[in-house]
């Protein structure tokens, strides 16, 4: 199975700070990469699909860079709604496999 | 646009049969896979398995042994079922259709989740 490492594992930041979530696969995936938040309680949202496009209605804020082994999420203005719990998930082969996760918490 | 309404038994003892269904509104199951995936505090998000509306289904390896997805194309439904459960099945279940292209596949939308807890 193909492996994901998403670091760090929480972070915590202020309104209007510039986030950076990364993720890495144990082997190479192409741009087979997607992105979700997933706030308490509810289900996972697709934001970024195959590395870098942004899923319709998904803010501008968002955006996702990367291709191989190497891939990054960055929020370019943290927003209040954005506190949540980030996932990768790589879909070159199967099985498909997420990443641990990332909590983005107010400082 | 499409959404996914999903339902089932919330507690289980140990051994039975995990039975979940998930119905969907919006859209048809032609054209597409339909995936089950859990989630626990322990090892996260962990894909299940998959369907088409043709009864083609793939599984995890990891759980292959023990599951079965099934499609009812009258009804507009797809159902999960887990035998011979365990504490460590205990998770929140989704469903999600896949959508994907030439780079990949990704899950959109995704129903509410299941908790389903196995317990003596």
């Known amino acids: 199975d193909i492996q994901m490492t998403q670091s760090p594992p929480s972070l915590s930041a202020s309104v209007r700070d510039r986030v950076t979530i990364t993720c890495r696969a144990s082997q190479n995936i192409r741009s087979s990469l997607n992105w979700y938040q997933q706030k308490p309680g509810k289900a996972p949202k697709l934001l970024i699909y195959?590395?870098?496009s942004l899923q319709s209605g998904v803010p501008s804020r968002f955006s996702g860079s990367g291709s191989a082994t190497d891939f990054t999420l960055t929020i370019s203005s943290l927003q209040p709604e954005d506190f949540a719990t980030y996932y990768c998930q790589q879909s070159y082969t199967s099985p498909l496999t997420f990443g641990g996760g990332t909590k983005v918490e107010i400082k | 646009q499409v959404q996914l309404q999903q339902w089932g038994a919330g507690l289980l003892r140990p051994s039975e049969t995990l039975s979940l269904t998930c119905a969907v509104y919006?859209?048809?199951?032609?054209?597409?896979?339909w995936s089950w995936i859990r989630q626990t505090p322990g090892k996260g998000l962990e894909w299940i398995g998959e369907?088409?509306?043709?009864?083609?289904?793939t599984y995890n390896p990891s759980l292959k042994s023990r599951v079965t997805i099934s499609v009812d194309t009258s009804k507009n439904q797809f159902s999960l079922k887990l035998s011979s459960v365990t504490a460590a099945d205990s998770a929140v279940f989704y469903c999600a259709r896949i959508v994907g292209n030439s780079l990949g596949d990704w899950f959109d939308p995704w129903g509410q989740g299941t908790l389903v807890t196995v317990s003596s």
């Open positions: 195959a590395a870098s």
């Open positions: 369907i088409n509306h043709r009864r083609n289904a």
């Open positions: 919006g859209g048809s199951l032609s054209g597409y896979y």
